[in-house]
């Protein structure tokens, strides 16, 4: 199994986004909690069209 930029992006953006949810809510700021909420979200859209891109190959390649 292979892995492309959009999986390894896309998970890394998810977690910094955990990140800055999670010192959102511990230090009262909803603004950071929001954009740590979003970021989060973006990642993961992210991380799944790399997912789709890897399933896709893997189609092509399989006959």
Not at 8 to 13: A, D, L, N, Q, T
Not at 32 to 39: F, K, P, T
């Amino acid at each position: 199994m292979s892995i492309n930029k959009d999986q390894v992006k896309g998970r890394v953006e998810e977690a910094k986004g955990r990140l800055k949810e999670i010192v959102g809510k511990v230090v009262g700021n909803k603004d950071l909690e929001a954009e740590g909420n979003i970021q989060k979200h973006d990642g993961a859209v992210q991380a799944s069209v790399g997912d789709a891109k890897e399933h896709s190959a893997k189609k092509v390649k399989t006959p």
